[in-house]
Structure formats: C-alpha cells, structure tokens
C-alpha cells in the first residue's frame, strides 16, 4: 500500500516459473503487473481474477469488452457462466494460480493469468499472434491495455482493503 492507502500496481517481467506454467506455447507478446496483498486477504486467485475483471464500474466494464469483441475480435463465452471470468474460459483453477484463455479472430490465442506469489498478485498477459493482422491490431490495444490492467488490479486490492 502506499501512503494513501491505495494499493500500487507495478509492472513486472513475465517470469520462466509463469510461463512454464502456461500453456500458451510461444507468445509473441508476454506482460505482467503485481500488486501487493493486503493483510488478512484470503482470497483465491480465481476470486481475485473476478474481483479485477466483473467487479470493474459498469461503465469501464462494458467498454473492456466491447474493445475486446469488436476491437480484437475475441470470442467471449457466456459472462455470467462459473466456468468463466467476463467470458475467459477458465483452463486451470487452483488456490493460488488461474489461467484464462480465450480465441481471437483477428489476432489468435491470448491467455490471462493471475498467480499468488508471497504475499502478491500476478496478473500476466500472454499473446500468440495467429493472424496477419494480429501484431498491428495490437499495437494499437496495447498502450490501453498498458492503463487498464494495473488500474483494474490496484483496484481490486483497495476494494478488500475498504471492506
């Protein structure tokens, strides 16, 4: 937490333990963002994913998705479904590891992954590039990726925090 009580989300290398867990073979582009965990947060990784993704203001909610559907063509499942997180099909699930995976028409596989490591949370992303098109389309999502992802996880750390 800094001095404000806010939590601070600050990017990190994707690492070797991370990416072996994955399954996403060869990603063109890999990035990650940690937070702290707060004393006394229990929750799970999945719990944490949900928290970042399905717990965002609505507003913010639906422009993440309409950029994922429409700007990167992803095809999101069912968003209220248990056996996804805002449309990622759920791969892996345990305590303190959860892999989100889903398809892109315009670009190819792209995974979320959030992992509980000493007393933080990782949130990598991961991008395999299947389609002609896929590296410009994402040149022009990553910067907003780059804003939204450490905004949505320091405020998933606050929300437990304020609870």
């Known amino acids: 937490m800094n001095r404000t009580g806010s939590a601070r989300a600050r990017r990190v290398e994707v690492s070797q333990e991370i990416r072996a867990l994955d399954t996403l073979s060869e990603p063109h582009y890999a990035s990650a963002w ?3 965990i707060g004393e006394g947060d229990t929750r799970t ?15 913010l909610r639906a ?10 063509g992803l095809s999101l499942g069912p968003r209220g479904s248990p056996e ?10 345990a305590e303190d590891l959860i892999i989100l995976s889903v398809q892109s028409v315009l670009l190819g596989s ?3 992954v959030f ?20 590296r410009p389309i994402w040149s022009v ?10 905004y949505l996880l320091r405020r998933a750390a606050s929300h437990f925090a304020r609870t």
Do not use: C, M, N
């Open 34 to 36: 940690e937070v702290a």
């Open 45 to 59: 990784a999945e719990q944490w994913a949900r928290a970042t993704f399905e717990d965002a203001p609505g507003a």
């Open 63 to 72: 422009f993440i998705v309409a950029g994922w559907t429409v700007g990167l």
């Open 84 to 93: 996804h997180v805002l449309g990622w099909r759920i791969l892996t699930a």
């Open 110 to 112: 792209a995974h979320l």
């Open 115 to 134: 992992g509980l490591e000493d007393s933080r949370v990782l949130l990598a992303s991961l991008v395999r590039y299947e389609k002609r098109i896929a």
């Open 141 to 150: 999502a990553q910067p907003v990726h780059h804003q939204i992802v450490p």
